[in-house]
Every structure is written in C-alpha cells, then in structure tokens.
C-alpha cells in the first residue's frame, strides 16, 4: 500500500463529459489518458511522478472496467519495454517515470521503440525532476528525444493545457509512428486546477482482443537491413510528418500581437513564469494577454522551422526561454535563422544563467535585461531608470539558519543499521563505502556520513567493483529492497558473485519502495490483490550463488547488526558476503498500526505503548547520542540553570518507541540517560494488583531514604 | 495559427496582478503543510476567488526544508495566470511552521518590508547539525526575530506548535488560526472552519488549535511571548531537623559571600550534597574559601564564581552511585508518569539501559585494591568478561528496582572508592595549575577553571573529554606569560566543543603552535 491514498480522488476518474474535474496535475493526467481511449499504462515510481503510479494503482478496478491494463513494472527499462504492444498493434499505450535518470534506465528500450516506430500512439509521460525539491543530478531529458529521434511536449503548465497535451501526443504519436515523451515539471505534477471532463473511452482494441489476433510486422524489427531503412523513415517520412502535424492542429501557440520589435519564445513549461516576469513589468495583464508576441512550445522536439522563421518577421530580436544547459533549442533556432539567412537577433543563455533554474527572479531579472538590451522604450520609465534603494538593512543570517537536508524519520529501521556501521568504522577503521538510490542515501549526510557515492538504482554493490579484488579492508556497498528489485540482483549481487567479489553489500530491506512513497516491492510483507509478494530477498541472493548470506529480522538490534557487519569484514571467506538487514520502514508501520492501537486501547484490551526518556540528571550534554542518531525525535533543550553550559538530549512526544536510542546507548556504551517507558493501557487484574504490590514496596523504600537525608525539590537556589 | 490579440491596453502594470494573493508556507516536512495548503485552496476556491496551489514534494518530506506556494485572485470567469513557484520581493503572506524556516525564508527574499505579512511559529524543530554539536550548537531565533522585524511589513510570531499540541492537534491547524486571524485574507473565520470541517478528519482537535490560534493573534500576541513556563516553585527542603540546622549555617555562609558569587554558590551547594552528604557540602565551602582568599574585587570575583560552578560539577562527578540513586528517586517516577501521560488506570513499565565497564565496577572498589587491580590487565579482563555487558533493568519491578536502590544507597562508601580517589586527584590538579597561574594572570586562571566544561559525558565520550582537557590545559602551558593567553585558553575551549573527535582543537593548537616559540612542553 502506497503512503498516499488517491482512493476518494480517483472516484472522480468517473466523471463525464461537461464535468468539471479539479485536482492536482497527475490526477488530471490519469483523467486524460481514459479519456483518449488508453489501452494499457504502466511505469515505475519516482519524484515528482510517484503519485502517478498510486492514482494508477488505487484506480486499477476503474482501469479494468474499461480494459486497460496497468502494470507496476519492475523497472523504466520495462515500462519503456512495454510500450512494444504499440509497435505493431493499433493500442494506445501510455508509461511513466522520472526524468532524467528514469530515461537513463529506459533509454535502452526507448532507443528500439523509436527505431521500430508505433503504429498505436506511445505516450511517456516523463516527471522532469529538477531544481528545487529535485534529489538528482541536474540533467534534462530532451537530449534523449533528440539523439533518438521521438518527439518531447513541454505543455503550458495549467491543467487544460497538460490534458490536451495528453491528446495530442497520442494523436501526433499516430499521425508520425512515432512514440512522443510528455515532460511535466516538479511543480507542474502538483499544480492544482480544473478542466472541463470528458467521457472516458473503451480502448477501440483492448489488449485482450490483440493477443487473440497477433500481429506482426518485419518493417518494424531492428535488425538490419531494417534497422537502416528504419532511420530513413525516421528523418524522411516521420519526421516530416510530426512537423505538419504540429503546424496544422495548433500544437504551438502564439500570444499578444502577430508584429512587435521583440518577441519571447519558450518551452511551454515557462509560460507562467514568463507571463509573471511581464506581469511584473507592466507588459502582461492578469490574464497574461501582452503586447509582447510570445511563441509558446508546448512541442520541444521537433522545432518547426517555418513556423519559428514566421514568428521572427520582421523582428529585431527575439529572446529563448529554455531553462538548463546545453541550451539545445536555443542552438537549434540559431541555426534556423542563420540558413534562413534572417537578421533577426537571438538572446538566451547571453542574459539567462546557463544552469539552473528560473526562478522568478532568474525571469525578472533576464528578461528585463533583454528589453533593456533590445527593446528598451518598452519598459516602463521607473523600470528603465529604477531608483530603488536596493536591499534594505536586513541582516545577514547565511550564518544563523542551519541547512536541513531529508534525513531518516522518526523511528526509521535504516537508523540503527548506520548505527552499526559507525560503531563498526570505529572499532575496524573507515572503510570504502558505497551509497546507492533509496532513503538510505541519507546516511551519507550527518551525522552519519557513511557512503560517498551513488552510481544509479541497484548499482551500488556493482559501483565498488574495483575494490573487490580484496585486500587489507574489504569495500562495504549498502543496496536498497527497492534497488535491489529494480536492478541490483543482476548488475550487483550477480556481477559480485560471477567475479567472485571480496566485498560486503548490506541490503536495506524495508518492505517497500520506501523513498517514492512505500509502494510495495516483490520482498512486501503486504497481502496485495493484484501483486505478488512476499518473496524474500535473501532467497533470491542465494538462488544467485551467493553463499555467504545473514538474514537479521530486527535492525533495531544494534550489537547483532555491528557483529554481523564486523564478521563480514572479517571472515576468512573471500568471496561476495551479503547481509540482509530488515524491518518495517516506520512511516508506513505507524500509519497501519496507529489506528489499531488507538482502536484496541478504546475497546479495553491490553495495549503497550513504548516511548523513551532521558533523565536529565544523568544526561551530561555530550550529544553523543545524536551523533548515532539524528531522530527527529531526539532533539536537545536548553535548562534554565546557569550550572549546566550545554543543552541536553530530550525525547518529544513523537518517539514511537523504536528501540533506537536504547540500543545505541548500549551497543556503544555511551550513557544510562536513557529510558523506556512502557506504558500498559487496560492491564487485566492480576497484572494491576502485581504492579501495585510492586509500587507500594518501592514507594516505602524511596520514603524511608528521602526521610533521611536533606531532599531538594523545586528550582532556584 | 491562433493569434490571441485581445483587448490588451496595459502601458502600466496591471492594478488586478497587484490584487493576487501570493503566499507561500515554509515548513518541515512531515508538518502537515499539505493539508494547510488544501485549506486554504478550499477557503479561496469556496468563497468567490480562483486559487492555484504548488508545492516541491520529493525526497523534502522526509523531515527536510519544505515549500508550498498558493496565488489567488477574485473569480472573474476568466483564468489568470498565476505563477508556480514565489518569487523574491512578491510574496504577500509568508507562513513559517518554525523559526529557522522563517529564517529561510526571510534569506531567500520572500518576506519584505513593502508586502509581506510572516506569521511563524516561534518554536524550534532542530537541524541535525544543531544537535551534533558536542557544545551548544542550536542557532540563534532572536537573530530571526531582529531580522523579521526589519524585513516584514507585520510579524506575528507565537508558538503554534505548542498551541496545536496542547489542543492535540498539529501546528498545520494552528498556522491556519494565525493566517485566519491576521485578517490577511479577505474571508471571515466561519470561512475558514468551514474548510476544516470540509477536510473531515481530527476536524475537533483541529478547530480547537485553530480557535486558540485565531484569537492569540486577534488579541495581538505578535510579541513573542516567552515561553509560558509556570513560575519556578521555590526551592523547598526538607530532612531530618539536624541536617536542615546545618544546611542552613552553611547557607549563612554563602550569605557572607562577595554579591557576584552567591546565587553560584548556593546552586553548587546543593549540586554536591545532593550527590553526597552536608559533611561534603562543608569541604565545597572550604574549597570556595580558600579561593576567595586570593580572590580580587576589581575582577568581581569571577575566579570564585567559576569555582563555584566548576568545583560543584568536579565534586558531583557521575558514578554508578549517583546514576543509581537519581534512578530510584519518587520524584523520578513521578515525573516521568506525567510525562507519558499515563492513564489512572495504566500501568507504567520502566527500563534502564545500563552497560558497566570493568573500569565503572573496580571504581567501586577501595582505592587500593582497586589501582593494584587495574594495573593487572589479567584481573581487568575477567571483570571485563563477567560484568561488561548491556544490562536492562526494571526499575518498576522489586528484582530491578532494589539492586540499584542498594547501589544508590551506598554514598557512605564513596570516599573510599578508586573512583573518587582519582576524581580528587584530578580536581586538585586542575586547582592548583589554576593557582597557579592566578600569580601572573587572573584571567587565565579563570579560563583554566572554566576549561573543566570539556569534561562530560560517560565511558568512550567521557575519555574523549578528558583528553580534550589534557590537550587545551597542555596548549595553556604554551600560552601563559602571552598577554592574550587568556583569549586563546577561551578559543581553543571553544574548539574543541565544535566537534567530537576534537579536528578543530587540534587545528587551533596548531595555530598556538605555530606562533609560541619552542619552549620545554609541559605536561
């Protein structure tokens, strides 16, 4: 069970023509795609579209009401391997994932399907993961849609435009045999709005129907000579044809007047942003309706250049709004205008920063730096010679405010297995350790810092093989359920065991893709009605050839899991040794069990409920247990005596009673600060008239010794 | 080609984009800043205006910096066009469900004096690298405060946190109370419980957080009020009469004592017969005497003040006595049922985690049998294999509770131990280097004194302190005779507080290093 729940939103998917559908942009995605008649989607869970693939799950009885198929792939090379039923079959197929690094995976599959061409409409909705909030290397997908020759839209970003958008890939992707990509930036996945509804649509073949009927097609199999002939079609017949297609429905827009001294093209992702930038200058209205001609892309690749040559008529410069580097399309109209022979100027990367995003200062400030530049009796008069007295005295406070990275949450079972890593480096040494893609990559931050690299999914183990030919250390790689799946027991645990890898991998196993949400992987505990789960991964390593392999069940157990990490570093045997470390991530334990507890504790059964405390006497300020921790639970607070010059350690009311900080305390003999409380909600008799026993003896004992000696209560002195 | 060539006649910045409302909340993640972002879209969308919401999910809401962005203008029929992210210099209202997130906020140009109306929650969630520090590390909020003074048009700043907890809700309720109540946005309160109930989940507790909010910021608590802690109780005492008689003498004494040293003083008293007897309490008197002897009044006694915190804290170290005694006390146990909250009816379990060492258990031994057994590495490994292990101890239950009240009843005991033996070797070393140096430079023998601050925590982080002690009292050896030694005895304190391992105190002394001439190093 995915961490969000769409399941009261996707009712909404029912909605029919005339109805006004207000959501956020994914759900409105989802809501397109039955409208278009989809046959089958499909994909793999990433920010900023991991939402895409819940709404999908948890709408999967709409879906096979009307005959789509949908399918959690294991991976984005095989949700782009899926979208093959479209090569030969009239079906439209739609799949999604993360941009970049979920094209990265894809690319392999996404290369053959562009090669072959699709005769039913390919969509890939790509969730274009970068600037703020983005947890990848800044990269942009486009250079894949260019190198192997599929189209990208950049749609406006408002709901009606990322609906038609949907549409129209599907009506371009048929009109070119060729599969189109949907790029939807971080905030446009969550923008939230309205579009009017349309009738959801029955595929015309359902993929039940063209598996009775197969079909094939040798034109579209990539080998030669095929393969050749196929990227002649490309250039010489698709391409062509998705360049008409997009001049004669209007894919592109035009804003404000067809004549004007300078005009603004952008991808269409910027529109809003652009249109603020003017709204700011004066040269937009509320609506965004300018005096500035705008040439809106929602189609990136391919450009259009008759169109592109039209727009620049009679202008002395129009300026590019494309946000990353390499500025692709900027090249691309460069090189457009000067076989054109035009005098038309062309701004872009001169005025806007070649890295990074575009932000609404980045816009204002370029964009007014290219009317300055080009046009500038357009510019307000205050705005041409400002007199602003620039920044106000505010004080500087870079040095105050504390970064705050994404760490573990409260509770989390990755914790104590950090724990135990640090504990171990401190005993062993520091030793070669790589990171992959999962929650666990926060142990490479404080006060951890454990991890220095991350190769891509599942590649962990594989990113340390240069060092596991042995020596004096052995490399330790931490491998997450999630990565493990998606691509790590063949490229990591595999390629350890064929080339008999000295090497520790520690494998995160937390009962889901924890990082994108907590959708179930194949390792799940869960019952889920439409997957099958529950296969352990520790099987699986085995069935590989690995022979060394530890299963701990409870990574809050901090001594196992540092003696269990310190024998695999140790051991004699040299070849690849795995150590299986897992329980239950916690955001998704709580959400489960929380209900339950609050319900048993109403119904008056015996409940436990685990929480710790620090006594803050004991506690003397060092911090050292936070620097095995980091829960957010755990935090300081300063004490109002002037005796005592450090804050020390507090647990709030969010401790979920984990086990951490108790385990900690031992395992590295920090403090006896710490305590459990367990507090026992409806004891039956017995256990209450024990427990009272109990209290009476020990309330004398404490009464005869406070009787007999100076006792302090209360501050001040 | 679809041109849209409307009626567009601007020439100067459209009066309705001054009309959007931008606001923009700053949060935590894991604070609720998505349903706070529902509300409010509700509010607007319900009440006559279009509303457009964005927000940067990701991997931020695993407990890092979060931010969601709302625009809205009154509903003409036709769709502005809003924008997806805040810009600097353009947001309206500011909510910040922290204080170092208004911070952020404020350092990224998003509360400004000309627009900005920054409703924040004065309290703090604290950044792991806050909370690593071996010394104190949490930042400073009055520097956020002295800055949103300056940089918001209005600043409405009290703890929603705590508002929303005491109502069992969360601070995403109480955030909505503020912004509610700071008449902001042009929709009455009804409007806004409205989209509470409409939520349809914890809609009591919710409207509770929300209600004290609204009206705590109605009635204008835009002052930070401090933190609301009930007055402190005065100190009570109570024993047999014998002791109280000779607590209060020693009282007296302080009482005598120069002004600046007094309120110390007394506060070190009780530390140390706290942990000991009132026979103790007299020997910390005669310790703080003999200071004060040399002590000057120029200098306002700050050699006497510094002992009587340092001297306290050297004499009330932690042992297995002290840790025992604090564990079994009634006014423990009862302070920590309250803190669970535990139900009449509940019963309360209670472990310990304790984990001695050979060195915590021949430290209980009489000093010279017990310096004889630790330089016998042999006799050291067999305790070591017969107590050195991870004890959890039931202090609710008679088989837990009773052994460590004997051990915490054993203070008759404690000056004879090893332990004590070597904490009052170590104690009147430290006092003598400072008296040391009291002859040529009172300020370094002040600095000398507070360096006793390094010296904390147990087993592994405890000789991490001492090592870090030895080091800067070894670099004061350098120093001394230099007219700023004292400045340097400070800095190189301070160091070695930044970290665990100590990296910035060696890097400062070598600095110390590097200008001292090579002199004959003293230990």
Redesign the interface.
């Known amino acids: 069970m995915a961490e969000r729940s769409f399941a009261k939103e996707v009712k909404k998917l029912k909605m029919g023509e005339g109805e006004t559908f207000?959501s956020e942009g994914i759900l409105a995605i989802t809501k397109a795609l039955l409208e278009c008649g989809v046959g089958y989607v499909g994909g793999y869970q990433g920010?900023?579209i991991s939402h895409l693939m819940d709404v999908l799950a948890d709408a999967e009885e709409i879906l096979s009401e009307l005959g789509v198929r949908f399918e959690a792939n294991a991976s984005e090379a095989a949700a782009a391997a899926m979208l093959a039923a479209s090569v030969h079959y009239p079906i439209r197929g739609a799949v999604t994932f993360k941009g970049s690094v979920g094209v990265n995976v894809a690319s392999d599959a996404l290369a053959n399907l562009a090669s072959s061409g699709v005769n039913g409409g390919a969509l890939i909705i790509v969730g274009e993961?970068y600037g703020?909030?983005?947890?990848i290397m800044q990269e942009r997908s486009h250079a894949f849609a260019m190198k192997s020759q599929f189209w990208l839209l950049d749609p406006r970003?408002?709901l009606p435009s990322i609906v038609t958008a949907v549409e129209q890939g599907f009506d371009l992707s048929e009109a070119s045999n060729t599969p189109v990509m949907l790029m939807v930036r971080?905030?446009?996945c969550?923008?939230?709005?309205s579009f009017t509804a349309r009738d959801n649509k029955r595929p015309p073949l359902t993929v039940r129907e063209a598996l009775s009927n197969p079909q094939r097609d040798f034109a579209r199999v990539v080998l030669p000579p095929m393969s050749y002939a196929q990227e002649k079609d490309k250039v010489e017949n698709r391409w062509p044809a998705a360049k008409a297609y997009i001049r004669e429905q209007?894919l592109n827009?035009?804003?404000?007047?067809?004549d004007g001294k300078v005009g603004i093209v952008m991808q269409g992702g910027m529109?809003?942003?652009v249109?603020?930038a003017l709204?700011?200058?004066?040269?937009?209205?509320?609506?965004?309706?300018?005096?500035i001609p705008l040439y809106v892309l929602n189609v990136t690749y391919p450009l259009v250049d008759e169109?592109f040559l039209?727009f620049c008529e009679g202008k002395d410069a129009v300026l590019v709004v494309e946000e990353g580097q390499p500025e692709f399309i900027e090249q691309q109209l460069g090189s457009i205008l000067y076989r054109a022979g035009a005098r038309t100027g062309l701004s872009g990367k001169d005025v806007f920063p070649m890295a990074g995003e575009y932000?609404?200062?980045v816009?204002?400030d370029s964009i007014e730096a290219f009317f300055k530049k080009s046009a500038p009796e357009l510019l307000?008069a205050q705005r041409r010679a400002p007199n602003r007295p620039d920044d106000?005295?505010?004080?500087d406070?870079?040095k105050?405010?504390?970064?705050?990275?994404?760490?573990?949450?409260t509770g989390c079972p990755e914790r104590p297995i950090f724990a135990a890593m640090k504990l171990v480096e401190g005993d062993l040494g520091k030793h070669q350790i790589a990171g992959d893609i999962g929650?666990h990559l926060?142990a490479t931050?404080?006060?951890f810092e454990i991890g220095g690299t991350t190769m891509g999914y599942g590649l962990g183990p594989a990113s340390n093989a240069a060092f596991d030919g042995g020596g004096e250390k052995r490399s330790i790689a931490v491998l997450g359920d999630g990565g493990f799946w998606h691509n790590g027991l063949s490229s990591s645990i595999g390629n350890a065991v064929f080339n008999k890898s000295d090497s520790v991998t520690v494998i995160v196993d937390n009962y889901y893709s924890a990082?994108t949400g907590g959708q179930d992987v194949m390792s799940s505990r869960a019952d889920n009605a439409t997957k099958s789960t529950k296969h352990p991964i520790a099987e699986a390593v085995k069935g590989v050839g690995v022979e060394w392999v530890r299963q701990i069940d409870h990574t809050y157990d901090v001594?196992k899991m540092r003696d269990t990490l310190k024998e695999a570093l140790t051991t004699d045997y040299d070849g690849p040794k795995v150590i299986v470390a897992s329980s239950e991530c916690m955001l998704n334990k709580q959400r489960r069990e929380k209900p339950k507890v609050a319900k048993a504790i109403r119904e008056g059964r015996r409940v436990?409920k685990p929480?710790f405390?620090v006594?803050e006497?004991?506690c003397?300020?060092?911090?050292?247990c936070?620097?095995l921790s980091?829960c957010?639970s755990?935090?300081?607070k300063?004490l109002?005596?002037?005796?005592r010059?450090?804050?020390i350690a507090a647990i709030d009311?969010s401790c979920v009673g984990c086990g951490n900080c108790?385990e900690v305390?031992?395992?590295?003999?920090?403090?006896?600060s710490?305590?459990?409380?367990?507090?026992?909600?409806?004891?039956p008799a017995f256990?209450?008239a024990m427990?009272k026993v109990?209290?009476r003896?020990?309330?004398w004992?404490?009464?005869r010794?406070?009787?007999?000696?100076?006792?302090?209560?209360?501050?001040?002195? | 080609?679809?041109?849209?060539?409307?009626?567009?006649t601007?020439?100067?910045?459209?009066a309705?984009?001054d009309?959007?409302i931008k606001l923009a909340i700053m949060a935590?993640?894991?604070q609720g800043g998505g349903v706070l972002t529902n509300w409010i879209?509700e509010v607007a969308?319900n009440n006559g205006y279009a509303?457009?919401?964005?927000?940067?999910?990701?991997?931020?809401?695993?407990?890092?910096?979060?931010?969601y962005y709302i625009e809205m203008?009154p509903d003409t029929g036709?769709?502005?066009?809003?924008?997806?992210?805040?810009?600097?210099?353009?947001v309206d209202i500011l909510l910040a469900a922290e204080m170092?997130?208004a911070?952020?906020a404020?350092?990224r140009?998003f509360v400004?004096?000309d627009r900005t109306t920054l409703i924040a929650s004065s309290h703090r969630?604290?950044?792991?690298?806050?909370?690593?520090?071996?010394?104190?590390g949490?930042?400073?909020s009055e520097?956020?405060k002295?800055?949103a003074e300056?940089?918001a048009q209005r600043f409405i700043v009290f703890d929603m946190n705590k508002m929303a907890?005491d109502a069992g809700s969360v601070i995403s309720a109480s955030l909505f109370g503020a912004l509610a109540g700071s008449a902001t946005l042009p929709f009455t309160r009804e409007q806004f419980e409205a989209a509470i109930r409409a939520g349809g989940r914890g809609v009591d507790a919710s409207l509770r957080a929300f209600a004290a909010a609204f009206e705590a910021t109605q009635a204008g608590a835009e002052q930070p009020t401090q933190a609301p802690?009930p007055a402190?109780?005065?100190?009570?005492?109570?024993?047999?009469d014998a002791?109280?008689d000779r607590?209060n003498a020693l009282t007296a004494r302080i009482d005598a004592y120069p002004a600046p040293v007094r309120?110390?003083a007394?506060?070190?008293l009780?530390?140390v017969?706290?942990f000991q007897?009132?026979d103790y309490g007299e020997d910390y008197l005669g310790r703080l005497d003999a200071i004060l002897a040399v002590d000057r009044a120029d200098k306002e006694y700050a050699l006497t003040e510094q002992a009587a915190?340092y001297v306290?804290?050297a004499m009330a170290y932690?042992d297995v006595i002290r840790?025992a005694d604090?564990?079994?006390?009634?006014?423990?146990?009862e302070r920590?049922h309250d803190?669970?909250?535990?139900?009449d009816?509940?019963?309360?379990?209670?472990?310990?985690?304790?984990?001695p060492?050979a060195e915590e258990i021949v430290g209980m031994f009489p000093a010279r049998i017990g310096r004889r057994i630790e330089a016998d590495a042999r006799w050291m490994r067999r305790i070591d294999r017969l107590f050195n292990k991870?004890r959890?101890v039931r202090?609710?239950?008679?088989t837990g509770?009773?052994p460590l009240?004997v051990l915490?009843?054993l203070k008759g005991w404690r000056r004879r131990t090893l332990r004590h033996a070597y904490e009052v070797e170590h104690l009147e070393r430290w006092l003598a280097t400072a008296m040391d140096y009291l002859k040529t430079d009172y300020d370094l023998a002040v600095e000398v004194l507070r360096t006793r601050?390094l010296i904390?925590?147990?087993?592994?982080?405890h000789a991490r302190?001492l090592s870090k002690f030895d080091r800067v009292i070894g670099a004061i050896a350098l120093l001394a005779g230099r007219d700023d030694a004292a400045e340097w005895a400070a800095r190189l304190r301070e160091a070695a507080?930044k970290d665990?391992e100590g990296k910035m105190l060696d890097g400062a002394i070598e600095t110390v290093r590097s200008f001292v001439p090579e002199k004959a190093e003293m230990a």
């Open positions: 207000t920010a900023p993961d703020e909030g983005s947890s970003p408002n971080i905030r446009s969550h923008v939230t709005g209007g827009e035009f804003f404000g007047p067809s529109y809003n942003g249109i603020r709204q700011r200058l004066g040269l937009a209205d509320i609506h965004g309706d300018t005096e169109e039209e932000t609404g200062q816009m204002l307000p106000t005295d505010v004080p406070l870079s105050t405010v504390p970064i705050r990275p994404p760490g573990f949450c929650c926060f931050l404080p006060p990082a001594g436990e929480r405390g006594d006497d004991i003397t300020g060092d911090h050292a936070i620097r980091g957010p755990l935090s300081l300063t109002d005596d002037p005796l010059d450090d804050p009311e108790g305390a031992d395992a590295a003999v920090l403090c006896p710490f305590y459990r409380a367990d507090v026992v909600h409806n004891p256990e209450r427990s109990a209290g003896i020990i309330g004992l404490q009464q010794r406070a009787r007999a000696r100076l006792e302090f209560s209360g501050a001040g002195s | 080609m679809n041109v849209v060539h409307s009626d567009f601007p020439k100067s910045r459209d309705r984009v009309k959007i935590v993640g894991g879209e969308r509303a457009q919401a964005t927000s940067v999910a990701g991997v931020a809401q695993r407990t890092g910096a979060t931010i203008a036709r769709q502005p066009v809003f924008s997806l992210m805040p810009a600097a210099g353009d170092m997130e911070g952020r404020i350092q140009g400004t004096p969630a604290l950044a792991v690298s806050e909370k690593m520090v071996p010394g104190d949490i930042a400073n520097e956020v002295a800055a300056i940089a907890v802690e402190h109780k005065p100190l009570a005492i109570t024993g047999p002791l109280i607590w309120d110390m007394r506060r070190g009780r530390v017969v706290d007897d009132i915190k306290a804290k932690d840790v604090l564990k079994t006390r009634a006014s423990r146990f920590i803190e669970m909250h535990t139900p009816e509940a019963r309360l379990m209670l472990t310990e985690f304790m984990h060492r991870g959890r202090t609710d239950r008679l509770f009773v009240y915490g009843g601050r904390k925590g147990y087993s592994d982080t302190g507080l665990e």
